[in-house]
């Protein structure tokens, strides 16, 4: 005979009643395939958090272990795609179909991406941190993609004051010569007394959050992350050679950025990334100047879309 045993959510009532917005679990750990962008699936090691509400104040509590299986099912039989994650949250619903009737869950993972280098040709991995989150609420269900790409920020105050001591350096040097000699002026701006300040730059996070269009069949991680990097032109790189670094220094003389600068760039590039159809975006520059980070967080605007 099987044993009987107490099943605590069936048949005990709720000592205090009320309704719950989410319940559910976090930090469960998940290996999984990921299918994003076109490419084909790849392993990652996710952190997820599921949810669902609660609205029958007399239940005890929800089925904890339901969404831990469906959760587990996606882990051994399939791979996390948009569709797979509408079946998930549409699974969490109907497997508490006396108890909730909104859904949510959020992997966190990171996404390993070989990135070229800037000129020498050769290539290495950068961990980018990723967040999927699917929500199945009344109105239907939104999935968003956020990613985490970091980047180095030029000072551009600060280039321009180091710009000021240069010149102030050439006329200490040859302002009182009629005639000034190239090979001379060439020699001396190859020494730091010829370069005698350098801008600070730091190292920056760009986190961009997108809502996917309501058919979205894609996953864009790969596709966000390059857009991200494509506009901001000073993304950390992987493997370096001395070609790689001296053009990355030009790279970043050339988009010299104040954190307004950045929030600014991405907010006008997102609005022609077309997989978003909203989207969030707060910029950290961890600054070398102070201790404190200087940041910048804008939306791209729409009625009851996401606000800043
Ligand atoms: N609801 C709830 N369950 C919890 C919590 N902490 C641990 N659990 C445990 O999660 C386990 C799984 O709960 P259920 O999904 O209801 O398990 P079950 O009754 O064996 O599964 P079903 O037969 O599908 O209902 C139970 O052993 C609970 O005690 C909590 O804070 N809330």
New binding site residues.
Partial sequence: MPKV?P????QTNASLEGTLDW?GMSQIEVPLMVQADEGAPRQVAAKVEAMVNLVQPKA?????????LLLEQLSNESSLTTETLRLLLTDFIE?HDDLSDQGRVRFAFDYHLQRASLISGKKGWKAYPVMIEGRLTTTGIDIELQVTVPYSSTCPCSAALARQLIQQAFSDRFGAEDKVDSETVHQWLGTTQGIVATPHSQRSLAQVKIKLAADANELPICALIDHIEDALKTPVQAAVKREDEQEFARLNGQNLMFCEDAARRLKHHLNQFDAAADFWLRVDHLESLHAHDASAVTVKGLANGYTA
């Fill in positions: 045993m099943d605590i959510a069936h319940v005890k509590g929800i089925h904890m272990s339901r969404l831990y497997s």
